[in-house]
């Protein structure tokens, strides 16, 4: 039962979070489209690990220290707007899975595959 409780908690924080992301005016966290891909809180409620996929970053090394600056204003709004007992302390890591699935993406449609209908139409 309390795993169930710390899924939605997890899945509350990564609503949250998306809000709060898109409202940092910190240029150096403004760098593309940014979205939560997956939250992880330990079962004390201590520390939440957010995992981030950007499309369209130009510096990961600029981005990560604007999110550590942002990272105190962030966690202060999630405790006003998630009533928990303690706000979890938020460690960002960068998810490059969305990247890597649009660049196999572009690989695959570039190739020059012959579909089916152009083999029906050789026989």
Not at 77 to 87: A, D, F, S
């Amino acid at each position: 039962m309390a795993s169930n409780k710390l899924a939605r908690t997890n899945d509350d924080i990564q609503i949250v979070l998306s809000k709060l992301l898109r409202e940092i005016k910190d240029p150096r966290v403004q760098q593309g489209m940014i979205s939560v891909t997956r939250v992880e809180t330990t079962g004390d409620l201590r520390y939440s690990k957010v995992w981030l996929s950007v499309m369209g970053m130009k510096d990961e090394k600029e981005f990560k220290k604007g999110l550590k600056s942002a990272s105190g204003w962030l966690r202060r709004e999630l405790g006003n707007t998630m009533k928990l007992r303690y706000t979890p302390e938020l460690v960002f890591e960068i998810d490059h899975s969305i990247e890597y699935g649009a660049h196999i993406s572009q690989v695959i449609s570039s190739l020059d595959i012959k579909h089916d209908e152009e083999e029906n139409n050789e026989l």
